[in-house]
Structure formats: structure tokens, C-alpha cells
């Protein structure tokens, strides 16, 4: 049965603007990859709820630069950090200087990740550790460095209730199986039981973690997916809102996420990916 709305082009929707609520005020965020896409938003999201920010980079220190210019127009501080998140050292410098620049960490959001997509027969060594590298290893480099500062620093109840927030940006791939993404699959859903296990771990320090878990978001790494007319009528057939998620939607997110109105979210994913977990192929069929 076709329906009636399926017949319809919804109108893309302008976001309202985000009311200047200081959520955040007085903390200071880290977040990965926030140099473009959706780790920029975030950056420059959780700036405007009143945190500081550093924002890290493996390469493009021009773009991670405006980032932080533009969160120090909205007057909070902002410094940008190379590090590779795959590296330990490295890690383990950048929060070093986070720490030593900024006081302390009180947000962390692991963003930093990337796709090497190849039929699963052709994958080569490097793609499959190139991605596990950056999006699992770097994951647990990074939280793991942000934990142990959650833990020297504890509890600072003027800015938060909470000793530390940590939100992992995982994928709706962390539970939709994706053929010729095999190790991107893998990493997402290893994300996921990293994220909940760590939740288990560290809840009783008051420290909460999270993750979101973005569909189809308008970023550099899916142009295929959305740029020509017919890409993006395909991507459609796959999200039963009808439109593709822009940045700013998982910044919002994160801002909330971070923040005490959700201190009692531990160990959960939030889905924001206008339906694509819903078994898009049921609207018709079954
Ligand atoms: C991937 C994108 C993809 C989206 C939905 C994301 O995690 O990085 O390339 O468009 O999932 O499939």
C-alpha cells in the first residue's frame, strides 16, 4: 500500500534557535574530531551553553582554529590540541594540556572517527585497523585519560552534580548491520558494549557515560550519500522522517546530554536519526 505521505516532499525544516541557556556554565568540554562535521557542532554547541572547549585535531589546524574563534565570540575560552587518538602519548599530552590550560575536563565527547570502506573480500589489513584504530582504540585511550581525571578531580558541586560526563558518538551502525562497512560495523558496535561496560564501571564515581548514535547527517563523510538528487532519493527509501540530519541536531543533543537535566541517563544510546532504526522497509511491506 502506498501512502499518502510518501506522495509528499516535506519542506526541510529551519531549526529554531537555541535558547541562550548557560547550561554548561563553568566546565570545560574536550572533544575529538571537532575540527569539521558533526565534532565541530558539538564544539561550538557546548561553547554556547557556557563550557570551554578544546578542540582536537589530527590535521587541519586552520579549521580547528575558526572553531575556536568562533566559541571565543560567544566570550569562552577555546584551545585547539594535535593529537592523533589512535596514539597514547599523544592522548595523554592533550589532556595534559587541557588540564594545565584549562583547569580541568568535565565534558568529554568522543567524536573522532572515519569510515575505509571496501567489499568485505577486498578489505585490506590497513583499512580494517585504520578503523579500529581510530574509532575503538582511540576510544578507550581517550575515555580512559578523561576518566582518570574524573577521578582526581571528583565532584565540583557549583558546576555539576556529576564528577564527569563522557558521550561517545557512535552510529545507528551500532546496530544495523551494513555490508561493505564490515569494520566500521564492527567498530560501532564495539563502541557500544565499550560504552555500556564503562557505564557499569564508573557510575558509582558519579561519572556518566553515553552515547549518541547519529543516522544519515549531512558531514563530509557520506557526501556520496546525499550530494546528487538521486543519491538522496535512495538515502530517503532508508529514513522515514523524509530529510537527512544536520550537525547542529546532534550538538543539541550533546548539550543535553552533558548537562544535569539528564543526570539519571547512564549507560544509554539516543537515537537521532530521523527513524532509520524503525526497519524503514516495514512502511510497506510485511
Ligand atoms: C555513517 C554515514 C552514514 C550513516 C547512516 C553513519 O555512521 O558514517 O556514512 O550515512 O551512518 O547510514
Redesign the pocket.
Given at each position: 500500500m502506498e501512502s499518502y505521505y510518501q506522495n509528499h516532499q516535506l519542506p526541510h525544516p529551519v531549526l529554531p534557535a537555541l535558547p541562550p541557556l548557560e547550561l554548561l556554565k563553568g566546565q570545560t568540554a574536550l572533544v575529538t574530531g571537532a575540527n569539521s562535521g558533526i565534532g565541530r557542532a558539538i564544539a561550538i554547541a557546548l561553547g554556547r551553553a557556557g563550557a570551554d572547549v578544546v578542540i582536537n585535531y589530527v590535521a587541519a589546524p586552520e579549521e580547528a582554529e575558526r572553531v575556536a574563534e568562533e566559541i571565543r565570540l560567544s566570550g569562552r575560552r577555546a584551545i585547539i590540541a594535535r593529537a592523533d587518538v589512535s596514539n597514547e602519548a599523544e592522548v595523554q599530552a592533550m589532556f595534559a594540556k587541557a588540564v594545565e590550560e584549562l583547569g580541568t575536563v568535565d565534558i568529554f565527547v568522543n567524536n573522532a572517527?572515519l569510515?575505509k570502506d571496501a567489499p568485505f573480500h577486498e578489505m585490506t589489513t590497513a583499512q580494517w585497523d585504520t578503523v579500529m584504530n581510530v574509532n575503538l582504540r582511540g576510544a578507550f585511550l581517550c575515555s580512559r585519560e578523561a576518566v582518570r581525571e574524573f577521578l582526581r578531580r571528583g565532584v565540583r558541586p557549583d558546576v555539576s552534580v556529576a564528577a564527569g560526563k563522557i558521550i561517545f558518538i557512535s552510529?545507528?551502525?551500532e546496530v544495523?548491520p551494513?555490508a561493505g562497512h564490515v569494520n566500521?560495523a564492527a567498530s560501532?558496535g564495539g563502541l557500544m558494549l565499550l560504552m555500556k561496560s564503562l557505564a557499569q564501571e564508573v557510575a558509582e564515581k558519579r561519572i556518566r557515560v553515553n552515547s549518541i548514535a547519529?543516522?544519515?547527517?549531512r558531514t563530509p563523510?557520506?557526501t556520496g550519500?546525499w550530494q546528487t538528487p538521486e543519491a538522496y532519493t535512495e538515502l530517503m527509501k532508508?529514513i522515514p522522517y523524509k530529510r537527512i540530519g544536520e550537525v547542529e541536531e546532534i550538538g543539541r543533543a550533546a548539550v543535553w546530554l552533558a548537562s544535569d537535566f539528564t543526570d539519571y541517563m547512564v549507560g544509554s544510546t539516543i537515537f537521532i536519526?530521523g527513524g532509520?532504526t524503525l526497519y524503514p522497509g516495514f512502511e510497506t511491506g510485511g
Amino acid at each position: 500500500m502506498e501512502s499518502y505521505y510518501q506522495n509528499h516532499q516535506l519542506p526541510h525544516p529551519v531549526l529554531p534557535a537555541l535558547p541562550p541557556l548557560e547550561l554548561l556554565k563553568g566546565q570545560t568540554a574536550l572533544v575529538t574530531g571537532a575540527n569539521s562535521g558533526i565534532g565541530r557542532a558539538i564544539a561550538i554547541a557546548l561553547g554556547r551553553a557556557g563550557a570551554d572547549v578544546v578542540i582536537n585535531y589530527v590535521a587541519a589546524p586552520e579549521e580547528a582554529e575558526r572553531v575556536a574563534e568562533e566559541i571565543r565570540l560567544s566570550g569562552r575560552r577555546a584551545i585547539i590540541a594535535r593529537a592523533d587518538v589512535s596514539n597514547e602519548a599523544e592522548v595523554q599530552a592533550m589532556f595534559a594540556k587541557a588540564v594545565e590550560e584549562l583547569g580541568t575536563v568535565d565534558i568529554f565527547v568522543n567524536n573522532a572517527g572515519l569510515q575505509k570502506d571496501a567489499p568485505f573480500h577486498e578489505m585490506t589489513t590497513a583499512q580494517w585497523d585504520t578503523v579500529m584504530n581510530v574509532n575503538l582504540r582511540g576510544a578507550f585511550l581517550c575515555s580512559r585519560e578523561a576518566v582518570r581525571e574524573f577521578l582526581r578531580r571528583g565532584v565540583r558541586p557549583d558546576v555539576s552534580v556529576a564528577a564527569g560526563k563522557i558521550i561517545f558518538i557512535s552510529s545507528v551502525h551500532e546496530v544495523i548491520p551494513w555490508a561493505g562497512h564490515v569494520n566500521y560495523a564492527a567498530s560501532k558496535g564495539g563502541l557500544m558494549l565499550l560504552m555500556k561496560s564503562l557505564a557499569q564501571e564508573v557510575a558509582e564515581k558519579r561519572i556518566r557515560v553515553n552515547s549518541i548514535a547519529p543516522g544519515a547527517i549531512r558531514t563530509p563523510i557520506n557526501t556520496g550519500a546525499w550530494q546528487t538528487p538521486e543519491a538522496y532519493t535512495e538515502l530517503m527509501k532508508l529514513i522515514p522522517y523524509k530529510r537527512i540530519g544536520e550537525v547542529e541536531e546532534i550538538g543539541r543533543a550533546a548539550v543535553w546530554l552533558a548537562s544535569d537535566f539528564t543526570d539519571y541517563m547512564v549507560g544509554s544510546t539516543i537515537f537521532i536519526d530521523g527513524g532509520m532504526t524503525l526497519y524503514p522497509g516495514f512502511e510497506t511491506g510485511g
